[in-house]
């Protein structure tokens, strides 16, 4: 059983969602296909800094530019010292290294 509003799974017995108060369902819809999947992104970036995550994802922004960090969570930048990978849709790239050069990052 399944909470069709908050998608949490419920064993058979339960009828309602005890955090949305809705009916559940035996089975979620499909989820619609993600807008990114048949685009392709190229990586153009990567960063330990999140001070630079935060920057670049407002300046990108403000430019439509079409991006994404993959791993751009703190606590894996930080305690795990992983780094975030800057992705942009290929069609994109050349202009978002562009920016990234007259930011001074590359």
Known sequence: MFCPKCKSEYRQGFYQCADCGVELVDRLPA???????????????????QGE???IKSVLEGE?????????NPVM???AGAYARLLVKSDEADRAREILRDLGFL
């Open 53 to 55: 995550v935060a920057f």
């Open 64 to 72: 439509g530019v079409t991006y994404y960090f993959q791993g751009d």
């Open 31 to 49: 989820e619609p296909a993600d807008e990114k999947g048949d685009e392709e992104f190229v990586e153009v970036f990567s960063t330990y800094n």
């Open 77 to 79: 930048l930080i305690a």
